[in-house]
């Protein structure tokens, strides 16, 4: 059974890099069916899209985002990252990776609040 | 881009009620439209794909239904663990959520 595990600092100062890691247990990246993506959701506040990656490095972000985004996967350790540049206070949220299959998220992580504030 | 809405925002139902809740797409999204459930403090989990699949392991009181704009979930009859916000959310392109519908215990 796979299972997702999302780490990374909880407290990211204004206007730096939010960086978080989604670590795939119960499987390997290479031989899932899943391809990759992350969701955000603010304290009260409903789900975000923010992209997807597959496991051979295709990428698609979030119009909204795009700019700030970018996301790698590390197959080597089963890993899938994500980045966020110039975060502000309106980036405060829980970040949750997903493993999909045609936009149908399937499994997601337990998620992990980062909260944007100096 | 393809707007989710949700109806009601919010629900309140008694045990054994049978409830509905409707999402309506910006436009045609045939049946590319996924529900999920969320429980506080808990990821979502993933109820009926391609409007009307039930997941595996989700109780058959769960249903889906709707075609092109107009979808609704219905829980035949409330159990104590159905208490929970439901999002809508279409496949049909870049994925999009509703806003989420909070049921809540009369």
């Known amino acids: 059974q796979v299972r997702l595990q999302e780490s990374g600092p909880g407290l990211v100062k204004p206007s730096q890099t939010l960086s978080l890691t989604c670590t795939v247990s119960g499987g390997s990246l290479n031989s899932s069916t899943y391809y990759w993506s992350w969701i955000r959701q603010p304290a009260g506040k409903g789900l975000e899209w923010i992209g997807r990656?597959?496991?051979?490095?295709?990428?698609s972000y979030n119009p909204s985002l795009k700019s700030r985004v970018s996301m790698s996967v590390d197959t080597s350790k089963d890993q899938i990252s994500l980045k966020l540049n110039s975060v502000t206070a309106a980036d405060t949220a829980v970040y949750y990776c997903?493993?999909?299959?045609?936009?149908?998220?399937?499994?997601w992580g337990q998620g992990i609040m980062v909260t944007v504030s100096s | 881009d393809i707007q989710m809405t949700q109806s009601p925002t919010s629900l309140s139902a008694s045990l054994g009620d049978r409830v509905t809740i409707t999402c309506r797409a910006s436009q045609s999204i045939s049946t590319y439209l996924n529900w999920y459930q969320q429980k506080p403090g808990k990821a979502p989990k993933l109820l009926i794909y391609a409007a009307s699949s039930l997941h595996s392991g989700v109780p058959s009181r769960f249903s889906g239904s709707g075609f092109g704009t107009d979808f609704t979930l219905t829980i035949s009859s409330l159990q104590p663990e159905d208490f929970a916000t439901y999002y809508c959310?279409?496949?049909?392109?870049?994925?999009?959520f509703g806003q989420g519908t909070r049921l809540e215990m009369k």
């Open positions: 997903a493993g999909a299959v045609a936009r149908i998220f399937y499994i």
């Open positions: 959310q279409q496949s049909y392109s870049t994925s999009a």
């Open positions: 990656i597959y496991t051979s490095g295709t990428t």
